[in-house]
C-alpha cells in the first residue's frame, strides 16, 4: 500500500468526492491560489476552478454563513477554517443555523456541510492559536464531531464526513498534517461512529482520538515493557460515541484512562470517564482517569506549554495509578 | 509650504531613529528566528515602520492608548516599551513583556497604554473602540489608535464597531496598514474596492488615503485625525498605504509577488525617505545617519543580549495571570 502524508490523504478525499459529485465544492482563506496554509487543498482550484473551490475574504461569520445557506439550498460546501481557533467567529453561524436548521424546519431542510481544519495544541502559539475546541463543538446536537488520528481514518472519515447529510465539525491538526501512513489506491470509506481497537491488552484501557493516539501508541509499549498489557482505542468519532466499543474493552480490563487535549471542565474526556464511570460500574478495579491539558490558557514559553498538555509520562503514570502498581 | 515647516529638528531626528531601531530589531529577530531562539508565528514589520512612528509621533501616550494585531513588535518598540523586554517576550523568557506567556503576537504594556498584540484578525477592533469608550465616558480628552490589516476590514468586527463609534461619538482612530496583503491575498481579489476610505462614508466619518511610505505624511494626517478626535469625538478611518518586505510570517515564502513591485517600494523606503528629506534640509549628515544607525544595531543586540540571558520562567508560573 502507498504511503501517504495526512495532508495528502485529506485532498484526495476532497479531490474524488468533488469528481463523484459536483454539488461538493471548497471554500475558505487562502485555499486556492496559495495552495491552503497548510497546503491541505493543494491543486483542487488547478484541476477544478471556481467556483469549486472558492478563496475568500478573512470574513469567517460570512463566509461560514454563507455555506451553510449553500448546503440548505443543495450545495455540499466543505468548509476550510485556517484554524479551529477562527471558527470562534463563526460560532452563530454553526451553533445556531446549521445545528438546528433541520430540527426547527420539522426535518424539511438538511445541512450537508463539513467544517473542516485543525484544532488542538501547536507549539509556540500562545493562548488564542493553540487550543482544543472540542469539547465546545460536541455539546451541541445536531452536529457530528469527527477526529481522525492517521492517514487511512483521515481520508476515509472525511469522504464519509463530505457524504453525510448533516453538520460535520472535522478536527485536523497542525502537528501531523506531515505524519505518513498506508492508504490503500482503491476507493473506501470509513463509517462515522465507530471506534477503533488499535492494540489489544487485557490490563487496561487506553481511550484517546486525534493526534494523542500517537502518545497513546508509546504509552501502549513502555507499559508493556513493565509488565503493563494495555488495550488503546482510537474514538475516531467524538460524536455519535461509540459507546459500545468502549464499554467492551472496559468490561474486559475493568481499567481505564482517557486521554484529551481538551481542558478538563465539562469536555469530551469528562463526558467520556462519566460514561465509563456509570455504565461500567460493576466491572471497575479503580476510579476511571482523565489525562487532559491543564485548566490554563495555552503559554508560548515552550517548557511551559509542553507541561499543560497531556504526555507520554503523565498517561503511563495514570495507567499505572489505575493499575496500583504506582 | 516646505514639508518639514513647523517640525523641530529634534522631532524628525527621533522619528528617523524610531524606524531605524523597528528595522534594525526586526532583523536581529529573523536571525534569532533561524537559530531557533524564536518559535511559532512571528510577523515582521519591515517596510511598515514610517506608519506606527509617524502615528505615534503625533499622540500623547500618557492619555491616548494604542492596540494592533500580531505584527506588533514595531507599535511595543514605538510606544516606548523596551526592545530587550520585546526580544525577551520573543525569547519565552521570564524578563519579557508578558512573562513569556505570550511571545511575538503578544507584546503588552499597559502603562505605556499599548493594550497588545491580537492574533486574532479583527479582534483587536471592537476593544480599541471599547477604550475609545472609556475615553468619551470619563471625559480624558485621549484618543485611541486601532490598527490593522487590510485583511481584517472586512471582518464583521470593522463594521460593527466603526458604527458605534460613529453615534457614540468615539474618539477612535481606525488605521487599516494596507500592506496590500493578506498573508497570499491580495487585496483586490477580497475586496469590492481597493481603496478603503470609501468604506468611511458609510458610517459618517472622514476617510483619508496616506501614503505610509512617508512617515511625514502619516505623521500629519494622524495629527488632523486625532484633533478631531479629541474635539469632537469623532472617529475616523485613515487607509494608509505600505508594504511588508517579508513574508506573511517567518514560514511563507512570498511567492504570490513579483520582485519588481517589492523592489519599488524599496525605492520609497520609508527610511530613505526622511534621510533623504532630512539631509536636503540640512539637518543631518550622512555621517549622523551612520551614527544612528550604529546606536539602532547597538539596542538591537543588547535586546538580544538581555534576551539571551534572562532566566526561563518557573513552569509554576503557568498557574498564575489567570484571573485578576
Ligand atoms: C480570525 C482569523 N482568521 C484567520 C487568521 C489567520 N491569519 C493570520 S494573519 C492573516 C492575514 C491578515 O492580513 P492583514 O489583515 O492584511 O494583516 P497583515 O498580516 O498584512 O499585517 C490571516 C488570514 C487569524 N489569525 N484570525
Ligand atoms: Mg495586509
Not at chain 1, 464519509?160 to 448533516?166: K, L, T, V, W, Y
Request: net charge negative; with cysteine; hydrophobic share 40%.
Amino acid at each position: 500500500m502507498p504511503e501517504l502524508a495526512m495532508r495528502d490523504a485529506l485532498r484526495q478525499a476532497m479531490d474524488e468526492e468533488m469528481s463523484r459529485d459536483d454539488a461538493v465544492f471548497v471554500l475558505g482563506e487562502e485555499v486556492g491560489e496559495y495552495n491552503g496554509a497548510y497546503k491541505v487543498t493543494r491543486g483542487l482550484l488547478d484541476k477544478y476552478g471556481m467556483p469549486r473551490v472558492m478563496d475568500t475574504p478573512i470574513a469567517e461569520l460570512g463566509f461560514t454563513g454563507l455555506a451553510v445557506g449553500a448546503a440548505l439550498a443543495g450545495l455540499r460546501p466543505v468548509v476550510e477554517w485556517m484554524t479551529y481557533n477562527f471558527s470562534l467567529l463563526a460560532l452563530d453561524q454553526v451553533v445556531n443555523n446549521a445545528a438546528k436548521m433541520r430540527h426547527m424546519s420539522g426535518g424539511q431542510l438538511k445541512c450537508p456541510i463539513v467544517f473542516r481544519g485543525p484544532n488542538g495544541p501547536a507549539e509556540f502559539l500562545s493562548s488564542q492559536h493553540s487550543q482544543a475546541l472540542q469539547s465546545l463543538y460536541a455539546h451541541i446536537p445536531g452536529l457530528k464531531v469527527v477526529a481522525p488520528s492517521n492517514p487511512y481514518d483521515a481520508k476515509g472519515l472525511l469522504k464519509s464526513s463530505i457524504r453525510d447529510d448533516n453538520p460535520v465539525m472535522f478536527l485536523e491538526s497542525e502537528m501531523t498534517y506531515g505524519m505518513t501512513g498506508e492508504v490503500p489506491e482503491e476507493e473506501y470509506l470509513v463509517p462515522i461512529g465507530e471506534a477503533s481497537v488499535v492494540r489489544e491488552g487485557s490490563d487496561v484501557t487506553l481511550i484517546s482520538y486525534s493526534k494523542p493516539m500517537l502518545m497513546l501508541h508509546k504509552a501502549a509499549e513502555q507499559l508493556a515493557e513493565q509488565g503493563i498489557e494495555a488495550e488503546v482505542i482510537d474514538l475516531r468519532t467524538i460524536r455519535p460515541l461509540d459507546e459500545e466499543t468502549i464499554y467492551n474493552s472496559v468490561k474486559k480490563t475493568n481499567r481505564a484512562v482517557v486521554v484529551d487535549e481538551s481542558w478538563p471542565f465539562a469536555s469530551v474526556g469528562s463526558h467520556v470517564c462519566w460514561l465509563i464511570s456509570r455504565n461500567c460500574f460493576d466491572y471497575l478495579d479503580a476510579p476511571v482517569e482523565l489525562v487532559c491539558s491543564e485548566d490554563v490558557p495555552m503559554p508560548y514559553n515552550h517548557n511551559m506549554e509542553l507541561a499543560v498538555q497531556p504526555s507520554v509520562e503523565k498517561i503511563v503514570k495514570a495507567a499505572k495509578g489505575v493499575s496500583y502498581t504506582d | 509650504m516646505g514639508k518639514l515647516d513647523g517640525y523641530k529638528k529634534d522631532q524628525l531626528v527621533a522619528m528617523l531613529r524610531d524606524m531605524l531601531i523597528i528595522r534594525r530589531f526586526e532583523e536581529k529577530a529573523a536571525q534569532a528566528y533561524g537559530l531557533k531562539k524564536i518559535g511559532g508565528f512571528c510577523h515582521l514589520y519591515n517596510g511598515q515602520e514610517g506608519v506606527v512612528v509617524g502615528a505615534v509621533a503625533a499622540l500623547d501616550m500618557k492619555k491616548d492608548y494604542l492596540l494592533t494585531a500580531y505584527r506588533d513588535h514595531g507599535h511595543a518598540i514605538a510606544t516606548g516599551m523596551d526592545p530587550k523586554v520585546v526580544m525577551a517576550e520573543l525569547f519565552g523568557k521570564e524578563t519579557g513583556c508578558s512573562r513569556g506567556k505570550g511571545g511575538s503576537m503578544h507584546m503588552f504594556d499597559v502603562e505605556k497604554h499599548m493594550f497588545g498584540g491580537n492574533g486574532i484578525v479583527g479582534g483587536q477592533i471592537p476593544v480599541a473602540t471599547g477604550v475609545a469608550f472609556m475615553q468619551m465616558y470619563k471625559k480624558t480628552g485621549g484618543v485611541t489608535l486601532c490598527f490593522f490589516g487590510d485583511g481584517a476590514i472586512h471582518q464583521g468586527a470593522f463594521h460593527e464597531s466603526a458604527n458605534l463609534a460613529s453615534i457614540w461619538n468615539l474618539p477612535v482612530i481606525y488605521i487599516v496598514e494596507n500592506n496590500h496583503f493578506g498573508m497570499g491575498t491580495a487585496v483586490k481579489r477580497v475586496s469590492a474596492v481597493e481603496d478603503f476610505d470609501v468604506k468611511a462614508k458609510g458610517y459618517n466619518m472622514t476617510g483619508t488615503t496616506v501614503n505610509g511610505m512617508d512617515v511625514i505624511e502619516v505623521h500629519q494626517a494622524i495629527q488632523k485625525a486625532a484633533e478631531t478626535a479629541r474635539k469632537e469625538g469623532r472617529p475616523a478611518l485613515l487607509d494608509v498605504k505600505t508594504y511588508r518586505y517579508k513574508g506573511h510570517s517567518m514560514s511563507d515564502p512570498a511567492k504570490y509577488r513579483t520582485k519588481e513591485e517589492l523592489e519599488e517600494f524599496k525605492q520609497q523606503d520609508p527610511i530613505l525617505m526622511l534621510k533623504q528629506d532630512l539631509l536636503k534640509a540640512e539637518m543631518i549628515t550622512e555621517k549622523k545617519f551612520e551614527e544612528l544607525d550604529k546606536e539602532a544595531k547597538a539596542i538591537a543586540n543588547q535586546a538580544e543580549e538581555f534576551a539571551e540571558e534572562s532566566p526561563e520562567p518557573p513552569l509554576e508560573s503557568r498557574f498564575e495571570d489567570i484571573y485578576a
